[in-house]
């Protein structure tokens, strides 16, 4: 593949994958990256450096990363031009080389550009937003029990009222919209039907089933011991409602699931259990008894909700990583669970965690699980010796108040 304006490294390999979605990784394999707007300036540095020392140390210098930036976001409008937000090089980059990493790309609020962070993992089809969410010992949390919160987030990453398919009031495609709904489909509910912007909210079975589907394996995998559906089923019933009913089928219909008692809840041949829970009811179950709840397998917009929420329990999206994946053809782009966090660019000063648990999370889907679990040990030291960020440092007693960079360091000497 040859690029507009981007050149690949000269040494180092492509990542491959085989038919069964297996990764074919060389000692030297080439990773694009996208450094983010915002704080991606200050965290995507600091995680290169903390991989990179890492797998030196984990390999005796006999594998190496070669870093390829890729541009998104306001990087790449300086680099590729006017309205270049999301150039045709990065998203062929992200499909030559299969796995990439990326730092925050600020999305407006109201008018300007949709989300490229969405139109990445809609353009790549990188259907699960896979969100672990685990505690780290001697992380400041608002909760009594921070270590009883070990969940992970499969969020549905391609439809929903997320996928942006919405018109504003006032305009011919909104009015044509309505006009429909009222006139041809008989539609009353809709309150102030002159000044109303519409939005659609796709749900599809096929959607659905390969998300559950991924769900389950990853339980299966990982040994877990359920897999939780939270929908709004109740009130959106075509919607949330299929997706709850569409997952239970999966699970009966390609697991053997054996429904318990009077269903809908159904276990697995090996034990795991595949219930639901409505989503509001979940947010402060999460909240009063996290212990019971493990894969979480959920829609587009829930998802951003309970993952915020969740990383707040065990401290915050200073800490909160994330991968985008399609298991079917492997590709997946690793990205942190917060934004840009403007009011702290170039400051050197946020928690570079998130991205580099990320990045933790991208090394053991390469296999590379050495270097993996130095960096969680490095992480873990630190926070224990309270050398943390701010985020951190203000909520802990008689912690030392390290920069970002300075964080990175200290995880590289604690590891
Ligand atoms: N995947 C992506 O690229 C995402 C992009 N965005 C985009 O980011 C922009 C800003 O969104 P916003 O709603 O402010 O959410 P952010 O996640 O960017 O920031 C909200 C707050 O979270 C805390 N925070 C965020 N990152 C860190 C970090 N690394 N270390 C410590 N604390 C952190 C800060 O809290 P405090 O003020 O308490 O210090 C910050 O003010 C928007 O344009 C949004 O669309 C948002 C989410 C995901
Ligand atoms: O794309 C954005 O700007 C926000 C996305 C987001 O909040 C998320 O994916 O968690
Ligand atoms: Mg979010």
């Known amino acids: 593949m040859s690029y507009d304006k981007i050149t690949p490294p000269e040494n180092g390999t492509k990542i491959t994958v085989n038919a ?12 694009p990256f996208i450094q983010g707007d915002g704080i991606g300036i200050d965290i995507t540095p600091t995680m290169r450096n903390v991989l990179d ?15 390829f930036e890729i541009y998104a976001g306001e990087k790449a409008v300086d680099f590729y031009g006017e309205g270049q937000w999301l150039p045709e090089d990065t998203l062929n980059a ?27 993992r809609q353009q790549k089809d990188l259907f699960a937003c896979v969100r672990p969410v685990k505690y780290y010992n001697g992380t400041p949390s608002p909760v009594k029990h921070p270590e009883k919160t070990d969940m992970v987030i499969f969020r549905e990453n391609t439809e929903d009222i997320y996928a942006g398919i919405e018109y504003q009031t006032g305009t011919p495609e909104n009015d044509k919209l309505k006009n429909f709904l009222i006139d041809d489909m008989g539609v009353d509910q809709i309150r102030f039907p002159d000044t109303t912007s519409l939005g659609i909210k796709p749900i599809s079975e096929e959607g659905t ?13 990982e040994g877990r011991d359920s897999v939780t ?10 919607t949330e409602g299929s997706f709850k009913d569409w997952g239970y089928e999966v699970a009966r219909e390609e697991f053997d699931a054996e429904v318990i ?3 809908p809840w159904c276990k697995l041949p090996n034990g795991i259990v595949v219930k639901d829970a409505i989503a509001d009811a979940f ?15 959920t829609m587009n917009l829930n998802g951003d909700y309970v993952s915020d929420a969740l990383a ?13 994946i399609n298991y079917n053809t492997g590709l997946a782009v690793f990205e942190a669970t917060h934004g840009t966090a403007p009011k702290y660019t170039g400051q050197d000063k946020v928690n570079p965690g998130s991205l580099i648990l990320s990045a933790v999370i991208m090394l053991n889907y390469m296999g590379w699980t050495e270097a993996a679990d130095l960096i969680e040990k490095g992480i873990e030291a630190s926070i224990t010796k309270k050398r943390v960020t701010y985020d951190f440092e203000r909520l802990m007693d008689d912690a030392t108040l390290l920069k970002c960079s300075e964080f990175g360091e200290e995880i590289i000497k604690n590891m």
């Open 283 to 297: 947010l402060q179950q999460i909240l009063t008894r996290p212990d019971e709840y493990d894969v979480i397998a």
């Open 261 to 263: 008692g009077e269903g």
């Open 229 to 238: 559906l939270v929908h709004k089923g109740n009130i959106m019933k075509f």
């Open 53 to 67: 020392s890492a797998i030196e140390k984990a390999y005796d210098g006999k594998k190496k990363i070669e870093w």
């Open 312 to 324: 707040a329990c065990v401290g915050g999206i200073g800490i909160a990583p994330g991968a985008n």
């Open 209 to 221: 089933k390969r998300l559950v589907r991924s769900a389950i394996n990853y339980a299966i995998e």
């Open 20 to 31: 069964d979605g297996s990764l074919n990784v060389s000692d030297n394999p080439i990773i």
């Open 94 to 120: 992200i499909e030559d080389y299969k796995v990439a990493i990326k730092g925050p790309l600020t999305t407006p609020v109201g008018g300007g550009i949709r989300s490229l962070n969405v139109a990445i």
